[in-house]
């Protein structure tokens, strides 16, 4: 191991001017499917379902030359999409999993890290930092600018849109997106990046340096990976041309343990923090299909209680009662104040985003879910499709729902009319002789709730 090169890392996280980019095999350490067993078992099934044997060949093909975006891709195609996400979705489920030991690793260092980047769409290291830095899926240009944030560049699972799996996928997410471009410009020029879980033989990582060499604009910031002994002449002349200093160790047994030892070294006083217990009810989506690399063994984690993260809070509402959005708002501005609450509507959206993604993400994100009631709101077709997803998650004990009656209308016979709505006694705001003491009435309800859920947060 180059000391010189280590030493140079230190100094990077001592600055606070470290991001670490989590590959897949910080989630291989939990035991998920690598790339290619994932690419196998994809395989399998169009075997299973009748495909043609071409195809299954074609897939094959790839699989062995380890063209591994190329076999999904092909997967997809013989699978169709609904089956192929329905899969990885399966595949991919790490419910009941404890939180890799090298995710802990990495939010040890939560106290001068910058920030985390990965390609991982399962939650474990959201879970490792016990909720307490952000989850960004959609980054802003200025995004450079902030900090203690986890930035899934790859989607999250069951949001299926989000993923970045197959080939028009990796080409939408590299070439379609100025944003996300100029994000990446950000962060990769003005910060060091240290690559942690990415194997020698991924094309995933090929695809990230090809990015990082484009960013650099032939003047590469500093950037670290740590990887097994053994680099290839070809492959260290590829990561050093990006910028990258190579921390080499020697992976005796096999099982990367090094990789958790080296990042708890970067804060001589850090201690893993120790994961919160599997939700059943919200079971952590999975991450990126894993790489080669395979990182364990970190000390004991300590045992401090976590400290509960804001409830994501989702307004569903009609354009007409915007203004009385707008009042709530206000009145709910405590909880935002005491971080208790992260609340976002689709008023939040800016010019040129995706208005249908948007919304759905922030939908598939909400721990609870506010249903602004209205004749207007009953009448919105958009409105009536997310009613119907509310529901679905409220069964599946994912979010809460609450219906607020802004104004009369015929919501006893609708699907929520079994939820208990407020204000409780059934008069609309806008039936009220102070409408302020109704919201008033509102937000104190919503307060009761939003403690509730902090508390199976932990």
């Not at 390609?119 to 490792?128: G, K, S, V």
């Not at 990446?184 to 990015?211: C, E, K, P």
């Amino acid at each position: 191991m180059d000391d010189e090169i280590l030493e140079q890392l230190r100094e990077r996280y001592a600055s606070g001017n470290l991001i670490v980019f989590a590959g897949a095999g910080v989630s291989a350490a939990a035991g998920m499917p690598t790339w290619k067993q994932l690419a196998e078992r994809l395989r399998d099934r169009a075997r299973r379902k009748g495909a043609d044997p071409a195809v299954v060949d074609e897939i094959q093909q790839y699989i062995a030359s380890n063209q591994l975006i190329n076999a999904l891709s092909a997967a997809k195609l013989a699978l169709g999409p609904q089956d192929f996400n329905w899969t990885v979705d399966k595949e991919l489920d790490d419910t009941g999993r404890d939180v890799p030991e090298v995710a802990q690793a990495i939010a040890a260092l939560k106290p001068k890290l910058k920030a985390v980047l990965t390609t991982n769409i399962d939650r474990f290291l959201e879970r490792a930092f016990q909720g307490e830095w952000r989850m960004v899926d959609r980054p802003t240009a200025d995004i450079a600018m902030d900090r203690r944030f986890i930035l899934k560049l790859h989607g999250t699972l069951r949001a299926w849109d989000t993923w970045v799996f197959s080939r028009d996928q990796y080409d939408r997410a590299i070439f379609g997106s100025p944003l996300l471009q100029d994000a990446f410009g950000a962060l990769y020029r003005a910060h060091s990046i240290l690559f942690v879980g990415f194997g020698l033989a991924d094309d995933n990582i090929d695809q990230t340096l090809a990015r990082v060499r484009a960013l650099a604009g032939g003047q590469p910031p500093m950037h670290f990976a740590l990887l097994p002994k053994g680099v290839p002449p070809f492959r260290r002349r590829l990561l050093e041309e990006s910028g990258i200093r190579l921390i080499v160790y020697e992976n005796q047994a096999g099982d990367h343990a090094e990789v958790a030892q080296i990042l708890l070294d970067l804060e001589p006083a850090a201690a893993p923090a120790a994961p919160p217990p599997p939700r059943v009810a919200t079971p952590a989506p999975a991450p990126h299909p894993a790489s080669s690399a395979h990182p364990t063994a970190v000390p004991p984690a300590n045992t401090h209680p976590a400290k509960a993260r804001p409830v994501r809070v989702f307004f569903s509402y009609a354009s007409r009662d915007e203004e009385l959005l707008a009042r709530l708002e206000a009145h709910m501005s405590p909880l935002k104040r005491e971080g208790l609450i992260a609340p976002w509507h689709s008023g939040k959206i800016g010019a040129g985003e995706d208005l249908e993604r948007a919304i759905g993400e922030q939908l598939e994100a909400a721990d609870l879910i506010l249903l602004l009631v209205s004749a207007s709101y009953l009448a919105s077709e958009q409105g009536d499709a997310q009613v119907t997803r509310a529901m679905e998650r409220r069964a599946a004990g994912q979010a809460a729902v609450v219906p607020i009656l802004l104004r009369p209308c015929d919501w006893e016979t609708t699907r929520f009319a079994e939820l208990q709505a407020v204000p409780r006694d059934k008069r609309p705001v806008t039936k009220w002789s102070d409408e302020d003491e109704a919201l008033l009435q509102v937000v104190r309800e919503i307060r009761a709730v939003v403690t509730k859920l902090r508390a199976s947060l932990r």
